[in-house]
DNA sequence: GTAAACCCTGTAGTAACTACAGACTCAAGA
DNA sequence: TCTTGAGTCTGTAGTTACTACAGGGTTTAC
């Protein structure tokens, strides 16, 4: 491929896209970001596909899609095969492993906040949130 | 060190715990466990205060907890120099990184929802989704 | 021409585990 | 007592998603 004026070097994508030089070449390596075309000296060349298709990757870390899921993703839409049943299902998925996590953190917020609560910031070196991590509840004497 | 009545090998330590063997050979690895004594033929050799001192960070990081602030209770606890007011702030702190936590969870949340409800989950290569993740939204084109 | 920035591949590290492999030890049953 | 399977050991490597070099080649700006 004769070089483009289009085309631009990994440092130029990596400021375009907010992602690494590392990152990219990891996810080249992975297979999620296609190998691109080389220079004569053997340096990566991309243009605007490529940094639609990483800014798609970003976008989806940020929103928590694992690679794996963003694999999944990227399969249907290469295919042109994807239907929008399909994406909708595996976005669903995540809103739903999100809810759960978030549930998960809002018990944990209840434990930790009771906890913090039964301190009264002393300077002895005894504490309920040593004693419930021990096991060591009052009524556990 | 004579073998003890109350000790335990590995295997028990890890039932009674609910840590695997391998993890608490981790967290000895790593310093969070102390090496206990062995017997002749080499098994490591636990009592009640290894198994209460697992139970601890078992509890901690159930609790979200990272190994390394795990680490750090434990140094203020093995020193027994530590104050309620120090647990206490290293508890607040990591309440307030769950609470973050959540928030940006929640974010996540929203944005996701409002994706899949833009979906009518049709049969056809065409999907709000997609073209979010691809920032071809209906105004960007 | 020079020096610094850029890029390459390869390797290894992070956090918190997890899973072998190969070899030794123990315990239960015959 | 012997046998066999379970238990344990150390060492190594893998998981996920990056991240950080090292050493060497290339490009760019002054």
Do not use: W
């Amino acid at each position: 491929m004769v070089p483009q004026k289009d085309d631009f070097r990994i440092g130029a994508l990596s400021r375009q896209s907010g992602v690494k030089i590392e990152t990219i070449r990891y996810y080249e390596r992975i297979g999620v970001m296609p190998p691109p075309p080389r220079s004569q000296s053997g340096y990566r060349l991309y243009d605007d596909s490529h940094l639609r298709r990483l800014s798609f990757i970003r976008r989806s870390r940020h929103l928590g899609f694992s690679l794996e899921e963003i694999r999944g993703l990227l399969v249907l839409v290469d295919g042109h095969a994807y239907s929008c049943a399909q994406v909708q299902a595996l976005t669903q998925d995540h809103l739903e492993t999100t809810r759960r996590k978030i549930a998960d953190l809002q018990k944990l917020e209840g434990v930790l906040g009771d906890m913090v609560a039964q301190c009264d910031g002393g300077l002895v070196p005894d504490c309920p949130v040593i004693d419930i991590l021990f096991d060591q509840k009052p009524g556990n004497q």
